[in-house]
């Protein structure tokens, strides 16, 4: 800011004047509310949403974004560090006390369970959803239903059942085509994966 502007305005926010200058600057200590902590924290948006079901996924599938789903993190989760999936179970801690049932919870659970390397588990929670696709926004479908097979394809690369994992690419492939997604994006999804199995480095 300009030095004569800071000067006016302390100028006509003193005694002489009549204002007081902490009328324009926090010089007072506020308490910090649990929903502001927990967004400056953990990005979760508790409050700004209303409080149905569907608003709630929203507000903790937002917070895990940066964490496990940001730049090319879905496609190279490899990237992702461990303290970010750390952060996220702590998340989905606590979107489990307000809906343990929530498809999209268990689909994030699901995605939880391939980064601690426990394939077997995350094969489990995604194949018990399978039929809940339903449950899920339209908005989210885009990413939910294709993602949700190449995850599965991830998983059962990594277990070896190749047969398995072909199949659920392929299902990935149709998805993307029965949502009419734009070219680039399927094949980024699918990409070569049903002739050249996922290998996750190291």
Known sequence: MHQSMVSRIIKRFTPSTGGRLEDVTPLNNTKTS????????????????????????????????PLVHGLNMDDKPHIIPVENIEKAKLVIRAWEEQDPHSI????????????????????????????????????????????????????YDMLLERDKAIEAYQKCKIVCEELKLNEFYSKMTYKDYAIYPYKRPF
Not at 54 to 64: K, N, P, Q, V
Not at 125 to 150: C, G, M, N, Q, V
């Open 34 to 65: 649990m929903n502001l902590t927990d967004f400056i924290e953990k990005n979760l948006a508790r409050g700004y949403y209303d409080d149905s079901v569907s608003s709630t996924d929203y507000s903790y599938s937002g917070a895990l974004v």
């Open 104 to 155: 999209l919870l268990q689909w994030e659970k699901g995605w939880i369970a391939f980064l601690e390397r426990d394939y077997q588990k995350a094969v489990s929670i995604l194949e018990a959803i399978s039929d809940r696709f339903d449950e899920t926004p339209e908005s989210k479908h885009w990413f939910i239903k294709s993602y949700y097979y190449r995850n599965l394809g991830f998983c």
